[in-house]
C-alpha cells in the first residue's frame, strides 16, 4: 500500500480530454441538404423516412459498421455501395420504425428497391446511394407505402438548412426521447493561405441496444473540410475506438449499427491528408463530436436517470485502460447502484478486476489501484473511509462519476454509459406486442 | 435458404443431454460433516458461518475460482492451501454476508486468523484449510465476534446428516430465495470388483453477479468415491466449462467465486484414474450435478421470474455452440422480453450475430440459421409466420426455452440465464445503503 501516494488518496483528478469544444446543437455544413418526413413505417406516425443527400455531385464518405455476423440489409447494401463507388455517395436513405433484418433475401431486395428509386429520382447511379434502417428485427419494409414518399423526398423535399439536419435528426429517433446533435468549428488553409471556416457536425440516434464495437445506434457526421475517403476512414476509425466502442447502454450489440463520415469540400478548404499537420485538427473535432454525441446517447439510454461515465488513469496502455472503463459502466451492478445513487464502490472494484483485453485480463494490483466517486476517493489499496450521506448527495447529480488509477502507467481511457432502471426493464418487456 | 431442410422448418427437437438423472435433494457422501450457525456477520442474523469437514483426515479437493484480477481474501488463501497442501483438506470456513474482497492486507489478515483458529480446533494444519466467502465487497469481516462461533462449530457444531449439508446450503444464501441442491447415485467397482454404492452431491448459492467464467457463486460438490486431486480436477474443469461457464444472470463476475470438489473415498469404491473407464461416469455425475446447480441458479437469479434456457445445436464446434447459447441468454434484451413474455424473436438472432469465440465473431449463415421458442420455430433462414398469442401463453411457462441451429456442422452446447425484471433494478439498487 505504500505505493500510493498520499496525493492519490485524498484527490483523484478529472482525467484531460484534448479535444476541441463542441455545441450541442444542429448545424449543417455547406455542400449538404437534407429533410425527413412521416411514410407510415412507425405506428406513431412520426417521421420515419429520411435523407442526407449533397448539394452538387458526390462527397467523400467513410463508414463503421457493426460487427454482428448478421447484418440487416441496409448495413449489407451500404458496405457493397461503400466499396462499389470507392468511397463516394450522393444521398443516404434514412428508414425508422423497422430494422429490415433478419428478413432473409426478400428483405434485401425491398432495400435494393428503395435504394434505386433513390438514385433514379437523384439521376445517379445506384452505388453512389447508402442506407441506414433502425427500429423492430424481423419485420419488412412496407416498400408500396415508400415508394412514393422516397421519389418525393428526394425530388423537392430536400434543404441545405440547420432545420433541415434537425429534422433529420428526429427521423432516426426510435425509443430516444430527444434528438442528438453536436457542432464544432474550426479553422483549415485555404489555397490561398486563408483560413476558411470549417464546420463538423453530426446527428445521432441512441439509444437500447447499445454496446461497444458499435450499438443500436446510427450517427451522420458532416463536415465542409476537403479529404479522399480514405483520409476519413482512419479519422472515423480513431473517433470510433475512442468514443462509439467505449459506449454501452444495455451490453447488446445491433444488427444495424452505422455511422457515417461525410465531407462536401464545400469550405473550400485544401484537402486534408492523413499526414497532414491539418489531419489532427481534423480528427479531434471528429472524435469531438463524436463524443459529445456518444455522451448524450448514453444520457438518454432506455429508461435512463443519469449518465455513468468512468475515466481511467495510469494504465499499461489506452486499450487497458479503455477495457477496464467498458467493464465498470457495463456492469449491471455498478449500474443498479448508480440507479440508487448508492455509493456501493465494492461493486466498482469487481468490475475493475474483471476487465479483459482480446479476452485476456487486465492486470491489476489491488495495492496500487485507486477508485474516487463524484470526486471522493473511496479505495486507495485499501477501503478510505468517507462521508456516506454526503456522498450519496454528490450521486444525485445528473452525472455519476467513476474515476479509477490503476497506478501502472500513463495511459487514460474513458468510457459512458447510464444507470439500470425499472423502466429499462418496463420499456424493454413489451417492444414488440 | 434452400439449404434449411423443410424438417428444421417446422420443429427444432430439444436438445440432447445425455447424463445422469439428478434428484434435486441435499445428500451427505459419506465421509463428510457440515453445520452452520448465526455468527452475527449478517444483518439479518441468519445463519452466516458454516463449515464443510471430512470424518476422518484428508479428503482429495480441486478448486476453480474467479477470474477476477482482484480475488477476494479467501480465494487468495484457498489457491495458496491448495497449493502447499497439495490437493489434501480437512475443512473449509464458509463466511457470508461479507466478501472480504476490497479490504487489502487487513482483509488477508482477517481471513488468516480465521483460518488459523479452524486448523488450530481441528488439530491439523493450517494449509488443511479452505475458506470462502460471499457478501458485500469492502467491508471487513467482524473477526472478533467469530473467534468463538468457529472454535464451537469445529469442535463440536458438526454432524455428518444430509440435513447438516442442507444448513450448509442455508448459510451459503445472500439474495438467494431458496437453498440449492443436487445429488447423483452410481456404482463403481469396489476393491472386490462387486460394485459401491457413490454418491456425487452438491450445494451452491447465486444468485446476482453471475456471468461466465464463474459468477459471484459458491459451489461444494462432495463425493465419497476414490479419486487423486488431479483426477478430480480434470472432472471439475469439464464440468465448469460446460455448466457454470455457461450460466449468466447479470453480466457480472465477482471477486468471491469458488467451487471445490471434494472425495473422501469412504464408499470404499477403486480409486478413479482420469484414463479409467469409471472415470466418464464420475465425470457425468459430477457435471450433472453442476448442470443441475447451474440451472436452480438462474431460475433464482435476483428478480427472475423464469428460468431463460438456449440450447445450440448445428456448429461447428463446442466452444462456438457455448458462446452463441451464452450470448443469447446474456443479452438484456432477450431476458427483459422473456420477462414480458414477448416473442420478440428479433433480438434472439441480434444476440446470435454477436457470439465471439476469443474476441473473434462465430461465423453465421443466416440462409442457415434457424430458431425455435419454447417449441414453434419463429426464423428458417427468414421469418416464419406463428400464432403469436399461442407462443405468448407457451412463453409464460416456468421455463422459457429458446432453440437456434447453426447449420454449420454437429456440436452442440447449453447456457442458462433469466429474465431481466423491473425487480432486479430494485433489490440491485438499494444493496449496501
Redo the contacts between chains.
Sequence with gaps: ?SSVSSDSRTSLPPLDVDLPPVEEVVRLPAGFRAGAVAAGIKASGGLDLGILATTNGPASVAGTFT?????AAPVRLSRAHLEAAAGRTVAILSTSGC?N??????GERDQAELGDLLAASLGVERELTLAVSTG????RLPVERLRDPVTRLATSGLTASDAAFGTLAEQLMTTDTRPKAASVRLELPGPDARPRAVIVAGIAKGV??IHPNMATMLAFIATDATAEPGTLGTALSRAVERTWNQLTV??????NDTVFLLASGASGAMPIEADDAGFNRLADAVEAVARSLARQQAADGEGATTLLTCGVSGARDDAEARAVARSVV????VK??A??R??????I???????TV??Q????D??R?VIGLCGVTV?A???VPFD?DAL?RRLARPEVEIRVDLGAGGATGEAWGC????A??????????
Design positions: 500500500m460487427t454482428s455476423r448478421l447484418p430494422a433484418a433478419g428478413t432473409g433475401e426478400v423492430l428485427i424481423g419485420s437500447g441496444m444495455d451490453g447488446d450489440m445491433s444488427t457495463g456492469s449491471s451492478l443498479a447502484a440507479h440508487g448508492d455509493p456501493n464502490w465494492g461493486r472494484l469487481a468490475a475493475v478486476g474483471t476487465a482480446d479476452g485480463p487486465v492486470p491489476i489491488e495495492r489501484l479505495f489499496g485499501e477501503p456516506r450519496a444507470d439500470l432502471t425499472e429499462y426493464v418496463a420499456e424493454n418487456s413489451a417492444y414488440s406486442t
